[in-house]
């Protein structure tokens, strides 16, 4: 009688083990999927590459995109992975060429650029973009020694742009005389070297230089950009998605830390100075 009523209590106990066991693993299970805001698995999502959510970005954009050996890294690109791990997906960053990466998601290579692209019409008949994940105020950007200090100023001077951006626009409004480079940080080098008389980028981009040693100063602002991330326009869900997601990041404020770290300030409010 007592061999039977040990075996029943082990039998119990087993029992019990295995119980606290399962509940533990569900536990576990429900943490590794706590940061997953949509599941792309459960969306069927048309991705490039099954179970990996592939972005473009330039690469040589600091803070946003540059490069730290074989790694990308910066604002766009902490963004563009989050997207990635709130899809539960794995993040495939992309470096190319900025004035071909709406093309190149317009034609599949890509799913989408987390690459400071201004939502401007021009690129909405390409491409579809999400909410803002930034704002950037277009600056003109000067030697210390400049005069230059207003609109009016502009008038015929050689304003260089980096190419695909929308400051080529802005340029034109004041001169024909634009030289384009490949970015915005060869421009700014380019003008405190001696050539050029201004150029036109953001202001998160010019201070960065200035941080690094460039004699520069800002002139004024142009206005207010909002920056958004580009999607396919055959794929309606996945931008869906991204917004979805983009609107708890900023809810939740992991955006603004994503911004403060790799930026040092809250770009996802307009900034001040900016009309």
């Known amino acids: ?114 690459a400071s692209h201004t939502i401007t019409e021009e690129r909405l008949e390409e491409v579809d973009f999400s909410i803002p994940y930034y704002y950037s105020g277009p600056v003109v950007w000067v030697r210390s020694d400049s005069d230059v200090a207003s609109e009016a100023d502009l008038e015929g001077l050689e304003i260089a742009v980096a190419r695909g951006t929308t400051y080529l626009d802005m340029a034109e409004e004041y001169t024909d005389n634009i030289p384009q480079l490949d970015s915005d940080v060869v421009a700014l080098q380019s003008l405190d070297n001696g050539h050029y008389d201004v150029v036109i980028t953001d202001d998160v981009t010019g201070n960065e230089a200035i941080n690094n040693g460039l004699d520069l100063k800002p002139a004024f602002y142009l206005g207010v950009s909002e920056q958004g991330v580009a999607v396919n326009k055959d794929n309606p869900e996945l931008l869906a998605a991204v917004n979805e997601i983009l609107q708890e990041m900023i809810d939740s404020g992991e955006l603004k830390e994503l911004a403060e770290e790799w930026v040092g300030s809250d770009i996802t409010v307009e900034p001040e100075g900016a009309e």
Do not use: Q
């Not at 803070?63 to 074989?70: A, H, I, L, R, V």
């Open 1 to 114: 009688m007592k061999k039977i009523l040990g075996i029943i209590m082990l039998g119990l106990v087993l029992m019990l083990v295995a119980c606290g066991e399962d509940d533990t693993t569900g536990d576990n299970d429900s943490d590794s999927d706590a940061d997953v805001i949509v599941d792309a698995e459960d969306e069927g999502f048309d991705l490039v590459s099954e179970g990996e959510l592939t972005f473009a970005a330039s690469g040589e954009f600091k803070p946003f995109s540059y490069m730290e050996g074989n790694e990308m890294v910066g604002y766009d690109a902490a963004v563009g992975r989050a997207i990635a791990e709130h899809m539960g997906l794995e993040p495939n960053a992309e470096r190319a060429t900025f004035s071909g990466i709406v093309t190149g998601v317009s034609e599949g290579r890509y799913d989408m650029a987390v």
